[in-house]
């Protein structure tokens, strides 16, 4: 067992009389145990943040990017450590883990190089009207198990700068690394200022009805999201969700198919899939359609997948029973349905999640496995000749979270990014994701957005000045 699993509150170690479980998904043995934190835990947690807020709130926003700067310092410096204990609780290979804490530290450096200017909307000798950016108050923050450091720091680096505090809670699948980091932080915020909670099923509803929180960060399935966006109407809490997605990627016959077969490849099997922006079904022109099947095919007979923590593995398992589950029905589905299911990788025998890398080859559009995100190594390929014919088909969908396209033809690639109804379209690459470029789902994909200037202000109430200058008094007199 782990002998690290305090909640942060008030810069202290917080406890909570039960515990949740937490189990290495590469042999489903428990190996630690946190806090289940319930409604009184929680009230602490948001009585810390609303003490701490109004001295964040002053505190000079040059003080506040240096700390948001050191926080990406702390988590570097602790890269290693927390890369381990990532593959541990999530089941990621250690090289993406430490990809993913890499990130996190980058972003928090990249996201403290911001500002909020003041909008001047007006400058004249009878009025002076500006427009500024001020924090919201106390943000709830709820995080998935896909990738816990990354997307909690997404949440944690811009709530803070701009001037709230913030209590955060991770998935009970994924506690451990932010428990981590919520002890790193003690050493750099004051107390209250960030505040790290770990609990059941009970807690992120605990979060959303709480009348403390000016705001709900949300990252999750699009399910949760309609449950946290109802539960938020009851105080009109300000609400960013990032939900789930189903991203068509569209291969054009002019593309090299060895190569964009490699892209493709990791951009659906990175993580075993479990990406929200991962592609999870795949339009291929007839012309390259059984070429391009081959190609990932082989890829995907030579990548290892076993226990992310065993050196040379490239492919974990999936993360939690329920998920294995849910893409072991898609795949019984696939199979009673009669498409034809391939499954190229192998995976190790034992207690672990593991999902070989299978390819489904040209099934049904109608059938669940192209309709919903399947969240795991499973991959639909689908045939397609006709260019006005695969855009509507990649945009029938309840989803809008990103979309990639693949050929030479630039003229043809704008004009189709023109035409998918999605937050991101990448060409010709995947998963190019930048601190700098807002992120975020159209349709049911998501509501805001997280990332660049906008993401930030999105932790921002606006505020306008309207200055009436003395000499328009004076004339009006
Ligand atoms: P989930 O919706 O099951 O859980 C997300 C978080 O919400 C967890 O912390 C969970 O404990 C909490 N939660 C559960 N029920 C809740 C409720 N009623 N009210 C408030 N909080 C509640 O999602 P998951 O399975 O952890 O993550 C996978 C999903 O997240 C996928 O659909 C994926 O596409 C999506 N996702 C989206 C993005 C994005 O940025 N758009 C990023 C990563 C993952």
Same mark, same amino acid.
């Given at each position: 067992?782990?002998?690290?699993?305090?909640?942060?509150?008030?810069?202290?170690?917080?406890?909570?009389?039960?515990?949740?479980?937490?189990?290495?998904?590469?042999?489903?043995?428990?190996?630690?145990?946190?806090?289940?934190?319930?409604?009184?835990?929680?009230?602490?947690?948001?009585?810390?943040?609303?003490?701490?807020?109004?001295?964040?709130?002053?505190?000079?926003?040059?003080?506040?990017?240096?700390?948001?700067?050191?926080?990406?310092?702390?988590?570097?410096?602790?890269?290693?450590?927390?890369?381990?204990?990532?593959?541990?609780?999530?089941?990621?290979?250690?090289?993406?883990?430490?990809?993913?804490?890499?990130?996190?530290?980058?972003?928090?450096? =990249?996201?403290?190089?911001?500002?909020?200017?003041?909008?001047?909307?007006?400058?004249?000798?009878?009025?002076?009207?500006?427009?500024?950016?001020?924090?919201?108050?106390?943000?709830?923050?709820?995080?998935?198990?896909?990738?816990?450091?990354?997307?909690?720091?997404?949440?944690?680096?811009?709530?803070?700068?701009?001037?709230?505090?913030?209590?955060?809670?991770?998935?009970?699948?994924?506690?451990?690394?932010?428990?981590?980091?919520?002890?790193?932080?003690?050493?750099?915020?004051?107390?209250?200022?960030?505040?790290?909670?770990?609990?059941?099923?009970?807690?992120?509803?605990?979060?959303?009805?709480?009348?403390?929180?000016?705001?709900?960060?949300?990252?999750?399935?699009?399910?949760?999201?309609?449950?946290?966006?109802?539960?938020?109407?009851?105080?009109?809490?300000?609400?960013?969700?990032?939900?789930?997605?189903?991203?068509? =990627?569209?291969?054009?016959?002019?593309?090299?198919?060895?190569?964009?077969?490699?892209?493709?490849?990791?951009?659906?099997?990175?993580?075993?899939?479990?990406?929200?922006?991962?592609?999870?079904?795949?339009?291929?022109?007839?012309?390259?359609?059984?070429?391009?099947?081959?190609?990932?095919?082989?890829?995907?007979?030579?990548?290892?997948?076993?226990?992310?923590?065993?050196?040379?593995?490239?492919?974990?398992?999936?993360?939690?029973?329920?998920?294995?589950?849910?893409?072991?029905?898609?795949?019984?589905?696939?199979?009673?349905?009669?498409?034809?299911?391939?499954?190229?990788?192998?995976?190790?025998?034992?207690?672990?999640?593991?999902?070989?890398?299978?390819?489904?080859?040209?099934?049904?559009?109608?059938?669940?496995?192209?309709?919903?995100?399947?969240?795991?190594?499973?991959?639909?390929?689908?045939?397609?000749?006709?260019?006005?014919?695969?855009?509507?088909?990649?945009?029938?969908?309840?989803?809008?979270?990103?979309?990639?396209?693949?050929?030479?033809?630039?003229?043809?690639?704008?004009?189709?990014?023109?035409?998918?109804?999605?937050?991101?379209?990448?060409?010709?690459?995947?998963?190019?994701?930048?601190?700098?470029?807002?992120?975020?789902?159209?349709?049911?994909?998501?509501?805001?957005?997280?990332?660049?200037?906008?993401?930030?202000?999105?932790?921002?109430?606006?505020?306008?000045?309207?200055?009436?200058?003395?000499?328009?008094?004076?004339?009006?007199?």
């Amino acid at each position: 067992m782990l002998d690290f699993t305090a909640m942060t509150i008030d810069g202290r170690d917080a406890e909570a009389p039960g515990r949740i479980s937490v189990r290495n998904p590469a042999n489903g043995a428990v190996f630690a145990e946190v806090p289940d934190a319930g409604a009184v835990e929680l009230d602490a947690a948001v009585a810390a943040a609303t003490r701490a807020f109004p001295a964040w709130a002053a505190t000079p926003w040059a003080e506040r990017q240096a700390l948001v700067a050191r926080i990406g310092e702390a988590i570097a410096g602790e890269a290693d450590a927390l890369a381990r204990l990532l593959t541990r609780e999530q089941g990621k290979p250690l090289a993406q883990a430490q990809f993913e804490v890499t990130a996190a530290a980058q972003w928090c450096g =990249a996201i403290a190089s911001m500002e909020l200017l003041v909008a001047v909307v007006e400058d004249t000798a009878e009025h002076r009207v500006e427009t500024h950016r001020v924090p919201i108050g106390v943000v709830g923050a709820i995080s998935p198990w896909n990738f816990p450091v990354l997307l909690s720091i997404w949440k944690i680096a811009p709530a803070i700068l701009a001037g709230n505090t913030l209590v955060l809670k991770p998935s009970p699948f994924t506690p451990l690394c932010v428990l981590r980091v919520g002890a790193l932080l003690r050493e750099i915020l004051p107390p209250g200022v960030v505040n790290i909670v770990t609990g059941g099923d009970e807690l992120g509803p605990l979060m959303t009805a709480h009348p403390g929180f000016g705001k709900i960060s949300f990252t999750g399935s699009t399910a949760t999201g309609r449950r946290v966006m109802e539960s938020a109407a009851a105080t009109l809490k300000r609400l960013t969700l990032e939900l789930g997605g189903n991203d068509p =990627a569209i291969v054009f016959p002019d593309v090299d198919v060895q190569a964009t077969a490699e892209q493709i490849f990791w951009s659906a099997f990175t993580n075993s899939g479990q990406i929200c922006v991962a592609t999870k079904r795949v339009y291929v022109h007839a012309d390259v359609y059984d070429a391009f099947l081959a190609a990932l095919r082989a890829i995907a007979e030579a990548v290892p997948m076993g226990d992310g923590a065993q050196q040379g593995i490239a492919l974990g398992p999936v993360q939690n029973q329920n998920q294995y589950e849910r893409v072991q029905t898609l795949l019984a589905e696939c199979r009673a349905s009669g498409a034809t299911v391939i499954e190229a990788g192998r995976a190790p025998e034992g207690p672990g999640y593991f999902i070989p890398v299978t390819l489904i080859d040209d099934p049904d559009e109608s059938s669940r496995i192209v309709q919903e995100e399947q969240f795991g190594p499973v991959l639909p390929l689908i045939r397609f000749t006709d260019e006005d014919d695969v855009v509507a088909r990649a945009n029938a969908s309840e989803y809008g979270l990103a979309a990639t396209i693949w050929t030479c033809d630039e003229a043809r690639a704008l004009r189709l990014a023109g035409r998918i109804e999605a937050g991101s379209v990448w060409i010709n690459e995947a998963l190019a994701l930048s601190p700098f470029a807002a992120f975020g789902g159209h349709k049911q994909s998501g509501v805001g957005q997280e990332n660049g200037i906008g993401g930030l202000e999105e932790f921002t109430n606006p505020k306008t000045v309207t200055i009436r200058r003395p000499a328009a008094q004076a004339a009006a007199a």
